[in-house]
């Protein structure tokens, strides 16, 4: 797969971007099935090199806000520690920003999230910029984000077959392979996807056919 190359690429340009404008940390995510999956990651200023990331996250209320005006959401505050002294940067920290990610007139398929460690107000041209920065993110996103890109052709050929509600040996008789073939491809998407059934299957391409119309079932050869 080509995915990886093009996060780094991804993390590159935005570090060099985000230089312009006051941030301590910045994440990538893509939106699925109502939560965030963390798709990119600056480095964070004074972050501790042994905390990871979480690549799934729940949306704030801000954030929730960020996707349904589709505008640049930013709330700063008071610092003030938590108790037990442990940080979640993007609740903890004085200043989060959230710009959502998405073509103009479209709904937003992910959200640019910026934190400072300080309070920090931004001015109208910083919130134009950092804007103008997450719409070009929105090809990235979508691809990166397609719960798909990790499967085969065939695979995908399967996928859609089981979200269509067909048998293993249904898949067999449409794709014309052998039983046995067609179980191992079963069973390869299944996996590949995290999922247990093929109606949990189903439930996942309506959800990437609702957040990313654009995309097809061949999207990623």
């Known amino acids: 797969m080509k995915t990886r190359p093009r996060i ?20 990538v995510a893509g939106l699925r099935s109502g939560r965030l999956i963390v798709l990119a990651e600056g480095p ?19 954030a929730r806000r960020a996707l349904y005006e589709r505008r640049s959401v930013t709330i700063s505050t008071i610092h003030t520690t938590p108790a037990g002294g442990v940080e979640d940067w993007e609740l903890d920290w004085p200043t989060i920003l959230y710009a959502p990610i998405n073509d103009p007139g479209l709904r937003p398929v992910g959200l640019l999230i910026l934190g400072v460690r300080t309070p920090h107000w931004y001015e109208d041209e910083d919130l134009n910029y950092i804007t103008a920065i997450a719409g070009s993110l929105t090809a990235f996103v979508i691809a990166a984000a397609d719960p798909l890109r990790t499967l085969t052709r065939q695979e995908r050929m399967v996928a859609y077959l089981l979200g269509e509600g067909l ?21 390869s998407v299944l996996r590949k996807l995290k999922v247990r059934s093929a109606s949990q299957v189903s439930e996942l391409l309506d959800d990437r056919r609702a957040a990313n119309p654009q995309l097809t079932i061949a999207s990623g050869d």
């Open 8 to 27: 780094r690429d991804t993390v590159k340009r935005l570090d060099a971007a985000l230089e312009m404008v006051r941030q301590d940390r910045w994440q």
């Open 44 to 62: 964070a200023r004074g972050r501790p090199p042994e905390t990871a990331p979480r690549p799934v996250q729940e949306l704030t209320p801000l």
């Open 167 to 187: 048998s293993s040996p249904e898949v067999a008789r449409a794709l014309r392979i052998e039983r046995s073939e067609a179980q191992e491809a079963v069973g």
